[in-house]
Protein backbone atom coordinates (compact mmCIF):
# COMPACT_ATOMS: atom_id res chain seq x y z
CA UNK A 1 0.00 0.00 0.00
CA UNK A 2 1.74 3.21 -1.35
CA UNK A 3 2.13 6.20 1.80
CA UNK A 4 -0.08 9.19 1.49
CA UNK A 5 2.52 10.87 2.40
CA UNK A 6 4.88 10.33 -0.24
CA UNK A 7 4.40 10.77 -3.86
CA UNK A 8 6.11 7.64 -6.02
CA UNK A 9 8.86 7.80 -2.72
CA UNK A 10 8.95 11.35 -2.41
CA UNK A 11 7.52 13.12 0.54
CA UNK A 12 5.29 15.83 0.49
CA UNK A 13 7.31 17.87 2.61
CA UNK A 14 10.24 18.20 0.02
CA UNK A 15 7.73 19.33 -2.86
CA UNK A 16 6.23 21.80 -0.16
CA UNK A 17 10.03 23.03 0.68
CA UNK A 18 10.38 23.81 -3.12
CA UNK A 19 7.78 25.89 -3.87
CA UNK A 20 8.66 28.22 -0.94
CA UNK A 21 12.11 28.39 -2.43
CA UNK A 22 10.56 28.79 -5.81
CA UNK A 23 8.59 31.45 -4.68
CA UNK A 24 11.12 33.13 -2.60
CA UNK A 25 13.37 33.31 -5.93
CA UNK A 26 10.37 34.27 -7.95
CA UNK A 27 10.14 37.34 -5.41
CA UNK A 28 13.43 37.74 -5.19
CA UNK A 29 14.12 38.43 -8.94
CA UNK A 30 11.20 40.01 -9.12
CA UNK A 31 12.17 42.88 -6.82
CA UNK A 32 15.97 42.95 -7.84
CA UNK A 33 14.09 43.70 -11.54
CA UNK A 34 11.46 45.96 -10.10
CA UNK A 35 14.83 48.23 -8.28
CA UNK A 36 17.13 47.93 -10.82
CA UNK A 37 14.44 49.17 -13.52
CA UNK A 38 13.93 51.82 -11.54
CA UNK A 39 16.72 53.69 -11.48
CA UNK A 40 16.83 56.90 -13.23
CA UNK A 41 20.21 55.79 -15.32
CA UNK A 42 17.72 52.59 -16.93
CA UNK A 43 14.93 55.30 -17.23
CA UNK A 44 17.38 57.19 -19.60
CA UNK A 45 18.40 54.37 -21.83
CA UNK A 46 14.59 54.05 -23.10
CA UNK A 47 13.71 58.12 -22.72
CA UNK A 48 15.88 59.65 -25.15
CA UNK A 49 15.21 63.32 -24.53
CA UNK A 50 17.44 65.64 -25.40
CA UNK A 51 17.69 67.66 -22.30
CA UNK A 52 15.40 65.72 -19.29
CA UNK A 53 18.17 64.89 -17.19
CA UNK A 54 19.87 68.57 -17.19
CA UNK A 55 15.85 70.43 -16.21
CA UNK A 56 15.30 67.06 -13.89
CA UNK A 57 18.89 68.75 -12.33
CA UNK A 58 17.83 71.94 -12.32
CA UNK A 59 14.51 71.46 -10.59
CA UNK A 60 12.97 71.82 -7.46
CA UNK A 61 12.59 67.75 -7.70
CA UNK A 62 16.83 67.89 -7.14
CA UNK A 63 18.20 71.75 -6.78
CA UNK A 64 16.67 72.18 -2.99
CA UNK A 65 17.78 73.39 0.43
CA UNK A 66 16.61 70.18 1.98
CA UNK A 67 18.79 67.98 -0.43
CA UNK A 68 16.12 65.63 -1.38
CA UNK A 69 16.13 64.06 -4.89
CA UNK A 70 12.68 62.83 -6.37
CA UNK A 71 13.35 60.56 -8.59
CA UNK A 72 11.95 59.30 -12.11
CA UNK A 73 9.56 56.43 -10.88
CA UNK A 74 8.49 58.84 -7.62
CA UNK A 75 6.76 60.58 -9.67
CA UNK A 76 6.27 58.84 -13.18
CA UNK A 77 4.53 55.66 -10.88
CA UNK A 78 2.13 55.48 -8.59
CA UNK A 79 3.23 54.85 -4.95
CA UNK A 80 5.67 52.22 -4.49
CA UNK A 81 3.91 48.76 -3.03
CA UNK A 82 0.86 49.35 -4.34
CA UNK A 83 -0.76 47.23 -7.01
CA UNK A 84 -1.36 50.20 -9.38
CA UNK A 85 2.69 50.48 -9.07
CA UNK A 86 3.57 47.36 -10.39
CA UNK A 87 0.35 47.22 -13.42
CA UNK A 88 1.77 50.73 -14.55
CA UNK A 89 5.19 49.75 -14.71
CA UNK A 90 4.31 46.79 -16.56
CA UNK A 91 2.15 48.65 -19.06
CA UNK A 92 4.67 51.57 -19.38
CA UNK A 93 7.64 49.76 -19.27
CA UNK A 94 5.95 47.41 -22.47
CA UNK A 95 5.26 50.73 -24.12
CA UNK A 96 8.59 52.05 -23.78
CA UNK A 97 10.32 49.33 -25.15
CA UNK A 98 7.71 48.53 -28.20
CA UNK A 99 8.84 52.63 -29.00
CA UNK A 100 12.29 52.32 -28.10
CA UNK A 101 12.62 49.48 -30.81
CA UNK A 102 10.34 50.45 -33.14
CA UNK A 103 10.32 54.11 -33.62
CA UNK A 104 13.21 56.65 -34.09
CA UNK A 105 13.32 58.89 -31.25
CA UNK A 106 14.73 62.14 -33.33
CA UNK A 107 11.17 62.11 -34.54
CA UNK A 108 9.50 62.62 -31.22
CA UNK A 109 8.12 66.09 -30.35
CA UNK A 110 9.61 66.49 -27.11
CA UNK A 111 8.36 69.60 -26.70
CA UNK A 112 4.73 68.96 -27.49
CA UNK A 113 4.68 65.56 -24.90
CA UNK A 114 5.51 68.35 -22.19
CA UNK A 115 2.64 69.86 -22.48
CA UNK A 116 0.04 69.60 -19.66
CA UNK A 117 -2.65 67.63 -21.65
CA UNK A 118 0.03 64.96 -22.15
CA UNK A 119 1.86 64.97 -18.59
CA UNK A 120 -1.43 64.07 -16.87
CA UNK A 121 -0.93 61.17 -18.51
CA UNK A 122 2.64 60.23 -16.78
CA UNK A 123 2.36 61.83 -13.34
CA UNK A 124 0.23 60.40 -10.45
CA UNK A 125 -1.47 62.77 -7.61
CA UNK A 126 -1.18 59.36 -5.25
CA UNK A 127 2.75 59.76 -5.84
CA UNK A 128 2.96 63.65 -5.45
CA UNK A 129 0.61 63.49 -2.38
CA UNK A 130 2.58 60.45 -0.78
CA UNK A 131 5.84 62.80 -0.46
CA UNK A 132 4.21 66.59 0.33
CA UNK A 133 2.00 65.16 3.17
CA UNK A 134 1.58 68.56 4.69
CA UNK A 135 0.16 70.87 1.78
CA UNK A 136 0.40 74.18 4.27
CA UNK A 137 3.81 74.29 5.92
CA UNK A 138 4.70 77.15 7.04
CA UNK A 139 7.11 78.09 3.94
CA UNK A 140 4.47 78.40 1.58
CA UNK A 141 2.94 82.43 0.87
CA UNK A 142 -0.54 83.66 1.56
CA UNK A 143 -1.75 83.05 -2.77
CA UNK A 144 -0.15 79.32 -2.13
CA UNK A 145 -1.96 78.72 1.34
CA UNK A 146 -5.02 79.27 0.05
CA UNK A 147 -4.47 77.67 -3.23
CA UNK A 148 -3.77 74.36 -1.40
CA UNK A 149 -6.99 74.99 1.09
CA UNK A 150 -8.59 75.39 -2.64
CA UNK A 151 -6.99 71.82 -3.31
CA UNK A 152 -7.77 70.36 -0.80
CA UNK A 153 -11.85 70.86 -0.94
CA UNK A 154 -12.05 70.64 -4.16
CA UNK A 155 -9.60 67.57 -5.20
CA UNK A 156 -12.21 65.11 -5.96
CA UNK A 157 -15.07 67.52 -6.61
CA UNK A 158 -13.05 69.30 -9.52
CA UNK A 159 -10.55 66.31 -10.63
CA UNK A 160 -7.68 68.40 -9.81
CA UNK A 161 -4.17 67.61 -10.77
CA UNK A 162 -1.07 68.56 -8.73
CA UNK A 163 0.65 69.35 -12.36
CA UNK A 164 -2.18 71.59 -13.30
CA UNK A 165 -0.24 74.35 -11.30
CA UNK A 166 2.98 72.99 -10.91
CA UNK A 167 3.93 71.25 -14.40
CA UNK A 168 7.52 72.94 -14.12
CA UNK A 169 8.47 70.96 -10.64
CA UNK A 170 9.71 67.66 -12.57
CA UNK A 171 11.63 68.96 -15.29
CA UNK A 172 12.47 72.93 -15.05
CA UNK A 173 10.47 75.20 -17.80
CA UNK A 174 11.59 78.95 -17.29
CA UNK A 175 8.37 79.58 -18.91
CA UNK A 176 6.15 77.62 -16.90
CA UNK A 177 5.51 79.58 -13.14
CA UNK A 178 2.69 79.24 -10.67
CA UNK A 179 2.72 82.34 -9.00
CA UNK A 180 1.55 86.42 -9.81
CA UNK A 181 3.20 87.81 -13.40
CA UNK A 182 5.82 91.07 -12.39
CA UNK A 183 6.12 93.40 -15.47
CA UNK A 184 5.28 92.46 -19.27
CA UNK A 185 6.83 89.89 -21.28
CA UNK A 186 9.43 91.43 -23.54
CA UNK A 187 8.17 92.32 -27.00
CA UNK A 188 10.29 92.52 -30.05
CA UNK A 189 8.25 95.55 -31.24
CA UNK A 190 10.05 98.02 -28.20
CA UNK A 191 12.40 100.09 -30.80
CA UNK A 192 9.44 100.85 -33.18
CA UNK A 193 7.80 103.91 -34.18
CA UNK A 194 5.23 105.23 -31.99
CA UNK A 195 2.13 106.14 -33.30
CA UNK A 196 0.77 109.55 -32.98
CA UNK A 197 -2.63 108.90 -34.82
CA UNK A 198 -4.47 106.31 -35.84
CA UNK A 199 -5.40 105.25 -39.03
CA UNK A 200 -8.02 107.48 -40.64
CA UNK A 201 -10.66 105.87 -42.73
CA UNK A 202 -12.47 108.26 -45.48
CA UNK A 203 -14.08 105.14 -47.53
CA UNK A 204 -14.58 101.86 -46.92
CA UNK A 205 -11.88 99.84 -48.12
CA UNK A 206 -9.23 97.58 -45.76
CA UNK A 207 -7.03 99.81 -43.83
CA UNK A 208 -4.03 99.26 -41.18
CA UNK A 209 -5.32 100.57 -37.79
CA UNK A 210 -2.11 102.09 -36.09
CA UNK A 211 -2.79 102.51 -31.93
CA UNK A 212 -1.49 105.75 -31.39
CA UNK A 213 0.94 106.07 -27.85
CA UNK A 214 2.12 102.38 -28.91
CA UNK A 215 3.88 101.06 -31.89
CA UNK A 216 1.46 98.54 -32.89
CA UNK A 217 -0.61 98.06 -35.79
CA UNK A 218 -2.95 95.34 -37.22
CA UNK A 219 -4.65 95.05 -40.35
CA UNK A 220 -8.39 95.08 -40.65
CA UNK A 221 -10.49 93.60 -43.83
CA UNK A 222 -13.42 94.90 -45.60
CA UNK A 223 -16.10 92.80 -45.65
CA UNK A 224 -19.28 93.99 -48.02
CA UNK A 225 -22.64 93.15 -46.41
CA UNK A 226 -24.23 90.52 -48.41
CA UNK A 227 -26.66 87.71 -47.26
CA UNK A 228 -25.83 83.88 -46.87
CA UNK A 229 -27.42 80.70 -45.77
CA UNK A 230 -26.10 80.29 -41.63
CA UNK A 231 -25.18 76.40 -40.04
CA UNK A 232 -25.66 73.55 -42.02
CA UNK A 233 -27.86 71.38 -43.55
CA UNK A 234 -28.77 67.62 -42.25
CA UNK A 235 -26.66 65.79 -44.47
CA UNK A 236 -23.27 67.47 -43.34
CA UNK A 237 -20.93 64.95 -42.34
CA UNK A 238 -20.32 65.54 -38.58
CA UNK A 239 -23.34 67.87 -37.98
CA UNK A 240 -25.00 68.89 -34.90
CA UNK A 241 -28.69 69.87 -33.81
CA UNK A 242 -27.31 73.57 -32.50
CA UNK A 243 -26.34 74.49 -36.11
CA UNK A 244 -29.41 74.47 -37.50
CA UNK A 245 -31.97 75.27 -38.79
CA UNK A 246 -30.43 76.94 -41.39
CA UNK A 247 -31.50 80.16 -41.91
CA UNK A 248 -30.96 83.00 -44.51
CA UNK A 249 -28.88 86.14 -42.55
CA UNK A 250 -28.81 89.63 -44.16
CA UNK A 251 -25.51 91.59 -43.02
CA UNK A 252 -24.68 94.89 -43.13
CA UNK A 253 -20.91 95.86 -44.30
CA UNK A 254 -18.14 95.71 -41.54
CA UNK A 255 -14.62 95.57 -41.02
CA UNK A 256 -12.80 92.52 -39.49
CA UNK A 257 -9.29 91.83 -38.54
CA UNK A 258 -7.11 89.50 -40.57
CA UNK A 259 -5.57 88.00 -37.68
CA UNK A 260 -6.71 86.75 -34.08
CA UNK A 261 -6.00 89.72 -31.51
CA UNK A 262 -1.84 89.14 -31.20
CA UNK A 263 -0.05 89.32 -27.69
CA UNK A 264 1.37 92.40 -29.27
CA UNK A 265 -1.66 94.16 -28.91
CA UNK A 266 -2.93 92.19 -25.98
CA UNK A 267 0.20 93.65 -23.84
CA UNK A 268 -0.13 96.90 -24.96
CA UNK A 269 -3.84 97.29 -24.02
CA UNK A 270 -2.56 95.71 -20.41
CA UNK A 271 0.61 97.92 -20.42
CA UNK A 272 -1.55 101.03 -20.28
CA UNK A 273 -4.93 99.44 -17.78
CA UNK A 274 -3.75 96.61 -15.62
CA UNK A 275 -5.82 97.01 -12.39
CA UNK A 276 -3.28 96.46 -10.16
CA UNK A 277 -3.90 98.44 -6.78
CA UNK A 278 -7.09 100.06 -8.52
CA UNK A 279 -10.57 99.21 -7.53
CA UNK A 280 -12.04 96.69 -9.32
CA UNK A 281 -14.87 97.52 -11.86
CA UNK A 282 -17.60 95.47 -9.85
CA UNK A 283 -20.38 97.81 -10.53
CA UNK A 284 -19.66 97.49 -14.25
CA UNK A 285 -20.48 93.90 -13.74
CA UNK A 286 -23.31 94.21 -11.47
CA UNK A 287 -24.66 96.79 -14.29
CA UNK A 288 -24.22 94.19 -16.85
CA UNK A 289 -25.65 91.79 -15.31
CA UNK A 290 -28.97 93.59 -15.05
CA UNK A 291 -28.94 95.10 -17.96
CA UNK A 292 -27.28 92.59 -20.46
CA UNK A 293 -25.97 95.23 -22.75
CA UNK A 294 -22.92 96.13 -24.44
CA UNK A 295 -19.43 96.86 -22.56
CA UNK A 296 -20.46 100.04 -24.19
CA UNK A 297 -23.79 100.35 -23.14
CA UNK A 298 -22.73 100.13 -19.75
CA UNK A 299 -20.16 102.96 -19.59
CA UNK A 300 -21.09 105.42 -21.79
CA UNK A 301 -24.06 105.34 -24.67
CA UNK A 302 -21.39 108.29 -26.20
CA UNK A 303 -17.82 106.24 -26.61
CA UNK A 304 -15.97 109.20 -27.76
CA UNK A 305 -16.72 110.28 -23.28
CA UNK A 306 -14.82 107.70 -22.40
CA UNK A 307 -11.66 108.48 -21.12
CA UNK A 308 -8.93 105.84 -21.14
CA UNK A 309 -7.57 106.61 -17.50
CA UNK A 310 -10.75 105.77 -16.65
CA UNK A 311 -11.04 101.93 -18.00
CA UNK A 312 -9.13 99.35 -15.47
CA UNK A 313 -7.82 96.51 -17.67
CA UNK A 314 -6.68 93.38 -16.40
CA UNK A 315 -5.02 92.26 -13.15
CA UNK A 316 -1.69 90.56 -13.11
CA UNK A 317 -2.67 86.87 -14.31
CA UNK A 318 -0.55 83.93 -12.09
CA UNK A 319 2.58 82.98 -14.42
CA UNK A 320 2.78 83.77 -18.27
CA UNK A 321 -0.29 83.32 -20.33
CA UNK A 322 1.40 82.59 -23.25
CA UNK A 323 3.01 79.29 -22.05
CA UNK A 324 6.22 80.16 -22.97
CA UNK A 325 4.99 79.61 -26.63
CA UNK A 326 6.25 82.99 -27.97
CA UNK A 327 4.76 86.25 -27.70
CA UNK A 328 4.39 89.20 -30.51
CA UNK A 329 2.27 87.81 -33.14
CA UNK A 330 0.45 84.81 -31.98
CA UNK A 331 -2.81 85.08 -30.50
CA UNK A 332 -3.34 85.87 -26.93
CA UNK A 333 -4.70 83.61 -24.61
CA UNK A 334 -6.38 82.91 -21.92
CA UNK A 335 -8.31 85.88 -21.33
CA UNK A 336 -11.95 85.98 -20.43
CA UNK A 337 -15.07 87.38 -22.36
CA UNK A 338 -15.24 89.98 -20.29
CA UNK A 339 -11.39 90.98 -20.71
CA UNK A 340 -12.02 90.91 -24.39
CA UNK A 341 -15.11 93.55 -24.46
CA UNK A 342 -13.24 96.19 -21.96
CA UNK A 343 -10.05 95.38 -24.79
CA UNK A 344 -12.93 96.66 -27.28
CA UNK A 345 -13.82 99.31 -25.37
CA UNK A 346 -9.94 100.29 -24.66
CA UNK A 347 -9.11 100.17 -28.54
CA UNK A 348 -12.31 102.25 -28.94
CA UNK A 349 -11.22 105.08 -26.99
CA UNK A 350 -7.42 105.04 -28.01
CA UNK A 351 -8.51 105.14 -32.18
CA UNK A 352 -12.03 107.02 -32.21
CA UNK A 353 -13.52 103.92 -33.57
CA UNK A 354 -16.40 101.74 -32.52
CA UNK A 355 -14.46 98.09 -32.13
CA UNK A 356 -16.33 95.35 -30.39
CA UNK A 357 -16.78 91.24 -30.92
CA UNK A 358 -18.01 89.87 -33.60
CA UNK A 359 -21.47 88.68 -33.47
CA UNK A 360 -21.55 84.87 -34.50
CA UNK A 361 -23.25 85.60 -37.48
CA UNK A 362 -20.51 88.19 -38.71
CA UNK A 363 -18.18 85.80 -37.75
CA UNK A 364 -19.57 82.89 -40.03
CA UNK A 365 -20.00 85.34 -42.90
CA UNK A 366 -16.75 85.97 -42.60
CA UNK A 367 -15.11 82.42 -42.37
CA UNK A 368 -17.54 81.23 -45.33
CA UNK A 369 -15.96 84.09 -47.36
CA UNK A 370 -18.79 83.17 -50.44
CA UNK A 371 -18.37 79.40 -49.50
CA UNK A 372 -21.18 76.97 -48.77
CA UNK A 373 -19.30 74.15 -48.18
CA UNK A 374 -18.01 72.73 -45.06
CA UNK A 375 -14.78 74.58 -45.03
CA UNK A 376 -13.69 77.40 -47.00
CA UNK A 377 -11.34 75.30 -48.97
CA UNK A 378 -11.91 72.00 -50.49
CA UNK A 379 -12.18 68.92 -48.55
CA UNK A 380 -14.80 66.40 -47.17
CA UNK A 381 -14.69 66.29 -43.43
CA UNK A 382 -14.67 62.55 -43.38
CA UNK A 383 -11.85 62.27 -45.40
CA UNK A 384 -10.19 64.75 -42.69
CA UNK A 385 -10.92 62.85 -39.65
CA UNK A 386 -9.82 59.85 -38.25
CA UNK A 387 -12.67 58.56 -37.38
CA UNK A 388 -13.79 55.26 -39.44
CA UNK A 389 -12.06 51.49 -39.44
CA UNK A 390 -9.91 52.18 -42.63
CA UNK A 391 -8.55 56.04 -41.70
CA UNK A 392 -7.47 54.51 -38.07
CA UNK A 393 -5.54 52.31 -39.89
CA UNK A 394 -4.31 53.70 -42.92
CA UNK A 395 -4.54 57.20 -41.83
CA UNK A 396 -6.32 60.69 -43.22
CA UNK A 397 -6.21 62.87 -45.60
CA UNK A 398 -4.40 65.72 -43.93
CA UNK A 399 -2.47 67.17 -47.32
CA UNK A 400 -5.45 70.23 -47.82
CA UNK A 401 -6.47 71.17 -44.18
CA UNK A 402 -3.07 71.22 -43.02
CA UNK A 403 -2.38 74.36 -45.23
CA UNK A 404 -5.17 76.14 -44.06
CA UNK A 405 -5.26 75.49 -40.37
CA UNK A 406 -3.70 75.37 -37.36
CA UNK A 407 -5.04 71.49 -34.99
CA UNK A 408 -4.52 68.66 -33.28
CA UNK A 409 -2.54 67.24 -36.23
CA UNK A 410 0.07 70.10 -36.92
CA UNK A 411 0.05 72.05 -33.72
CA UNK A 412 2.41 70.40 -31.84
CA UNK A 413 0.05 71.17 -28.65
CA UNK A 414 0.45 75.12 -28.87
CA UNK A 415 -0.55 78.02 -30.78
CA UNK A 416 0.72 79.17 -33.80
CA UNK A 417 1.94 81.96 -35.84
CA UNK A 418 -0.34 83.85 -38.68
CA UNK A 419 2.16 82.91 -41.11
CA UNK A 420 2.04 79.17 -40.80
CA UNK A 421 -1.57 79.31 -42.55
CA UNK A 422 -2.72 80.19 -45.79
CA UNK A 423 -6.00 82.96 -45.75
CA UNK A 424 -9.04 82.38 -46.71
CA UNK A 425 -10.82 83.87 -49.54
CA UNK A 426 -11.43 87.03 -47.37
CA UNK A 427 -7.26 87.65 -46.95
CA UNK A 428 -8.31 86.25 -42.81
CA UNK A 429 -5.73 84.25 -41.19
CA UNK A 430 -6.93 81.24 -38.84
CA UNK A 431 -10.29 81.70 -39.16
CA UNK A 432 -10.45 77.95 -38.43
CA UNK A 433 -8.11 76.36 -35.56
CA UNK A 434 -5.47 77.96 -33.45
CA UNK A 435 -7.58 79.44 -30.69
CA UNK A 436 -11.46 79.61 -30.14
CA UNK A 437 -12.64 83.16 -30.77
CA UNK A 438 -15.33 85.20 -28.81
CA UNK A 439 -18.74 85.94 -30.85
CA UNK A 440 -20.76 88.92 -29.00
CA UNK A 441 -23.38 86.40 -28.64
CA UNK A 442 -25.31 84.40 -25.78
CA UNK A 443 -25.21 80.76 -25.85
CA UNK A 444 -28.29 78.79 -26.68
CA UNK A 445 -27.85 75.56 -28.17
CA UNK A 446 -31.82 76.24 -30.34
CA UNK A 447 -30.80 79.95 -31.06
CA UNK A 448 -31.41 79.34 -35.13
CA UNK A 449 -35.04 78.03 -34.10
CA UNK A 450 -35.82 81.49 -32.22
CA UNK A 451 -35.91 84.07 -35.03
CA UNK A 452 -37.17 83.62 -37.89
CA UNK A 453 -35.98 81.67 -41.13
CA UNK A 454 -34.81 85.32 -42.60
CA UNK A 455 -33.21 87.85 -40.77
CA UNK A 456 -30.81 91.17 -40.99
CA UNK A 457 -27.86 91.87 -38.99
CA UNK A 458 -28.92 89.20 -36.08
CA UNK A 459 -27.49 89.74 -32.50
CA UNK A 460 -28.46 86.39 -30.57
CA UNK A 461 -30.57 85.43 -27.66
CA UNK A 462 -31.29 88.54 -25.01
CA UNK A 463 -29.79 86.65 -21.88
CA UNK A 464 -27.71 83.46 -21.21
CA UNK A 465 -25.17 82.16 -18.88
CA UNK A 466 -22.56 81.24 -21.75
CA UNK A 467 -21.13 83.08 -24.56
CA UNK A 468 -20.98 81.94 -28.09
CA UNK A 469 -17.03 80.94 -29.32
CA UNK A 470 -16.41 79.69 -32.97
CA UNK A 471 -13.37 78.05 -35.06
CA UNK A 472 -12.16 75.44 -33.18
CA UNK A 473 -8.59 75.61 -31.67
CA UNK A 474 -5.10 73.74 -31.50
CA UNK A 475 -6.40 70.63 -30.43
CA UNK A 476 -9.39 70.51 -32.19
CA UNK A 477 -10.16 67.86 -35.09
CA UNK A 478 -11.34 68.47 -38.35
CA UNK A 479 -15.16 67.30 -37.34
CA UNK A 480 -15.09 70.38 -34.94
CA UNK A 481 -13.21 72.79 -37.38
CA UNK A 482 -16.04 73.50 -40.07
CA UNK A 483 -17.21 76.67 -40.41
CA UNK A 484 -20.92 76.07 -38.68
CA UNK A 485 -19.68 74.39 -35.61
CA UNK A 486 -20.93 76.06 -32.56
CA UNK A 487 -19.53 75.99 -29.25
CA UNK A 488 -19.89 77.77 -26.11
CA UNK A 489 -17.83 79.55 -23.31
CA UNK A 490 -17.61 76.74 -20.37
CA UNK A 491 -16.80 79.66 -17.61
CA UNK A 492 -16.59 77.44 -14.34
CA UNK A 493 -14.35 74.48 -15.76
CA UNK A 494 -12.32 76.70 -17.15
CA UNK A 495 -11.48 78.48 -13.86
CA UNK A 496 -11.85 75.04 -11.53
CA UNK A 497 -8.38 75.85 -10.81
CA UNK A 498 -8.30 79.56 -9.94
CA UNK A 499 -8.37 79.84 -6.21
CA UNK A 500 -9.33 83.26 -5.50
CA UNK A 501 -12.17 84.42 -3.76
CA UNK A 502 -13.50 85.54 -5.88
CA UNK A 503 -11.81 83.99 -9.13
CA UNK A 504 -10.74 86.04 -11.63
CA UNK A 505 -12.85 88.10 -14.27
CA UNK A 506 -9.70 88.83 -16.21
CA UNK A 507 -7.77 85.53 -16.62
CA UNK A 508 -9.18 81.69 -17.30
CA UNK A 509 -6.70 78.88 -15.05
CA UNK A 510 -7.35 76.12 -17.28
CA UNK A 511 -7.94 76.62 -20.81
CA UNK A 512 -5.20 77.96 -23.21
CA UNK A 513 -7.21 77.41 -26.23
CA UNK A 514 -9.73 80.95 -25.94
CA UNK A 515 -8.81 84.23 -27.76
CA UNK A 516 -10.41 86.81 -29.85
CA UNK A 517 -10.43 88.86 -32.88
CA UNK A 518 -12.17 92.51 -33.21
CA UNK A 519 -14.75 94.06 -35.53
CA UNK A 520 -14.45 97.65 -36.13
CA UNK A 521 -17.97 99.30 -37.52
CA UNK A 522 -18.59 101.20 -40.58
Given at each position: ?????????????????????????????????????????????????????????????????????????????????????????????????????????????????????????????????????????????????????????????????????????????????????????????????IFENAT????????????????????????????????????????????????????????????????????????????????????????????????????????????????????????????????????????????????????????????????????????????????????????????GFFRKI?????????????????????????????????????????????????????????????????????????????????????????????????????????????????????????????????
Amino acid sequence: MTNNKNIKGIPKIYFLLAGIIVGCAFIAIFSWTMDITSTDEYCQKCHIHSDADQRWQLSSHVNNKSGTVTHCVECHLPPKNSFAHYTEKIKLGINDLWSFYTKDSAQFDWEAKSQLENAVKFVFNESCKSCHINLLSKELSDDGIIAHLYYEKNEKKLNLQCISCHLSVGHYNPNVKHERMVGIPMQSNLNRQIFENATAIDDFSSFKEQIPGTSVSFNMVAIDGGTFEMGSYENEPFRKNNEGPVRKISLSPFFIAETEVTWEMYWAFYSETMSEGRIPPREVLVANEKAKNSIFDIFNKDKTNIEVDAISGPTPPFGFPDQGWGGDDRPAIMMTHYAAEIFCLWLSQKTGKKYRLPTEAEWEYAARADTKTPYFFEGDPKNFSDKGFFRKIFGADTTNINSFVTYAKNSRNKTGEPSRVRKNPYGLTNMLGNVLEYCSDWYAPDAYSQTDSEIANPKGPTTGTEHVVRGGYYLSTPEDLRCAARFSTEHENWLKTDPQIPKSIWWYSDFKGIGFRVVCEW
